[in-house]
Nanobody, 119 residues
Framework: QVRLVESGGGLVQPGGSLRLSCAASISIFSAYAMNWYLQAPGKERELVAIISSGGSTNYVDSVKARFTISRDNAKNTVYLQMNSLKPEDTAVYYC?????????????WGQGTQVTVSS
């Protein structure tokens, strides 16, 4: 059974930092693209950062130069280092594992972790 478990969320002051982790119990973790999404109150879920199976990364413009996504395939874990946090970063952050194959796609989600940026 595939499980993605996020941790590291919490309350932080503006300008502060948090490091989110997502531990995945998934076979062939290295074959998956790992993504972080956020969902702010009253809004739709949106993609924040991507790291491909090969290690390439991409970010939404609003977090570029502030957030860093990384992965440790030996630990089946993906991270999101969040610096210079702003109140508008407040959201539930979700980990996603995605793998596309010719005849099927594999798409798994964690339960989310709350990040609140407030003074």
């Amino acid at each position: 059974q595939v499980r993605l478990v996020e941790s590291g969320g919490g309350l932080v002051q503006p300008g502060g930092s948090l490091r989110l982790s997502c531990a995945a119990s998934i076979s062939i973790f290295s074959a998956y693209a790992m993504n972080w999404y956020l969902q702010a109150p009253g809004k739709e879920r949106e993609l924040v950062a991507i790291i491909s199976s090969g290690g390439s990364t991409n970010y939404v413009d609003s977090v570029k130069a502030r957030f860093t996504i990384s992965r440790d395939n030996a630990k089946n874990t993906v991270y999101l280092q969040m610096n210079s946090l702003k109140p508008e970063d407040t959201a539930v952050y979700y980990c996603n594992a995605f793998r596309r194959l010719p005849n099927n796609n594999y798409d798994y989600w964690g339960q989310g972790t709350q990040v609140t940026v407030s003074s």
